[in-house]
């Protein structure tokens, strides 16, 4: 049981993430702020991590030199706070279902990194290693295809089809959505660039600092305050920081409290047990759980490509 711990907690991660995506698109698409969402869900995630943080790990803590803290900055910089605030800006654009289909290339963006970085190694001349590239290659391939070509719809999933219908009339009407479609995609790409550096990262700073309860929340809590100075220099509307009880609200505790406390901390020790590439390589999960559950709850109608 203790070796399938990894793969059950990556199994768990993927349904987190799914209902993340929901969830999100569901409030930004109600108006809330992409910059200022990415502020509520790590302060939400900061909170919730801190008690833990401070009595599991009072004593077997290692001390924080300013040169390891500065790194943990620059980290929760170049990973989690510019990756969350492209993901968010391109859902803006884009689609719950698209957002989860585009982690896909995840595993060959951090397999690449990786292997620069001397983390992996690669050999052609075994079967191990062509699978490596030609799955890598695939990942790239595919992600790009569902980025920028929509094919027909899927015709057995079409359950609301008046529904579907008032869609298709909208969307021919919107016909400047190609481009932003377009636009959300790149930044999408970016985003999952970014947290693919995130995940190469971690290795090396938990080796250092293998606190990992206090190292995920003292990432989320860089995360919180760099995102607060990005939100307040593009968004300068008090309102926009209003928060009632509706979607907004449970959308970023949700995203707080569950997506950024537990499952940063899951993946951050998973990456310790079996690496980086190991912990991409169940994205494409999220997909599949996003893809039919968008079908169900949003009505949404899904294409052989891009929805």
């Not at 062509?130 to 079409?158: E, T």
């Not at 995130?198 to 860089?222: H, M, N, S």
Request: proline share 5%; with cysteine; net charge positive.
């Amino acid at each position: 049981m203790e070796t399938q711990k990894p793969y059950l907690a990556m199994f768990f991660i993927q349904f987190v993430y799914a209902g993340m995506a929901l969830i999100s698109k569901a409030a930004i698409d109600k108006g809330m702020n992409p910059f200022v969402f990415v502020v509520y869900r790590q302060a939400f995630g900061s909170l919730a991590l801190a008690p833990f943080a401070f009595f599991f790990e009072r004593k077997k803590a290692p001390p924080l030199s300013y040169n390891l803290l500065c790194r943990i900055f620059l980290v929760a910089l170049c990973g989690i706070t510019l990756s969350l605030n492209l993901y968010y800006v391109a859902l803006n654009y884009t689609s719950a279902t698209f957002a989860a289909a585009t982690t896909n290339i995840i595993p060959a963006i951090t397999f690449t990194m990786a292997v620069f970085l001397r983390m992996e190694s690669i050999s052609i001349n075994r079967m191990y290693g062509i699978a490596k590239v030609l799955g890598s290659i695939v990942c790239v391939s595919g992600a790009l295809m569902y980025a920028f070509v929509k094919g027909p719809p899927i015709k057995f999933m079409n359950w609301y089809p008046s529904v579907h219908k008032e869609a298709s009339d909208l969307s021919v009407v919107k016909s400047g959505s190609k481009m932003e479609w377009v636009k959300g995609s790149l930044i999408m790409l970016s985003a999952n660039t970014a947290w693919s550096l995130w995940l190469i990262l971690q290795g090396p700073i938990v080796k250092r600092y293998p606190a990992k309860l206090r190292l995920t929340t003292l990432q989320c809590f860089f995360s919180c305050i760099q995102s607060a100075i990005l939100a307040v220099a593009v968004e300068r509307n008090p309102s926009s920081w209003k928060l009632g009880w509706d979607i907004h609200l449970i959308s970023v505790a949700y995203c707080g409290v569950v997506v950024t406390a537990i499952t940063y901390w899951l993946q951050v020790w998973s990456i310790e047990k079996k690496g980086p590439v190991f912990t991409s390589l169940f994205t494409p999960l999220a997909l599949l759980l996003t893809a039919i559950s968008s079908a169900f709850l949003w009505k949404e109608r899904l294409h052989w490509g891009r929805s």
